[in-house]
């Protein structure tokens, strides 16, 4: 029976404190530990595969970038070879790229 006047767990929560409540509460702290640490390893798996994918983003732009100046370059040389006339123009982009 529990003692609402004691001033330690075993006399306010009574003799068999030791024996029923503490393991149990030992095994909840035990799981929830455990839980935690799972929980932990798979954030960090998360955050690794984040940056793992930020990097190849970054990768994909910066190649997009660079074949949008490929791109540009060619449009430009293709524009200044139509307004001069050349009948070539095509053949000279292909050339040219």
Do not use: W
Request: net charge negative; charged share 20%; aromatic share 6%.
């Amino acid at each position: 029976m529990p003692n609402a006047n004691g001033s330690t767990a075993s006399e306010i929560m009574g003799l068999d404190y030791k024996t029923t409540i503490k393991p149990g509460l030992e095994s909840f702290a035990a799981a929830v530990k455990g839980s935690s640490m799972a929980k932990l390893e798979e954030l960090i798996l998360l955050q690794k595969q984040s940056s793992e994918l930020a990097a190849k983003i970054e990768g994909k732009r910066n190649r997009t970038s660079t074949l949008q100046s490929h791109i540009d370059e060619v449009s430009s040389l293709e524009l200044c070879l139509y307004s001069l006339g050349c009948n070539l123009c095509y053949a000279c982009v292909v050339y040219y790229a």
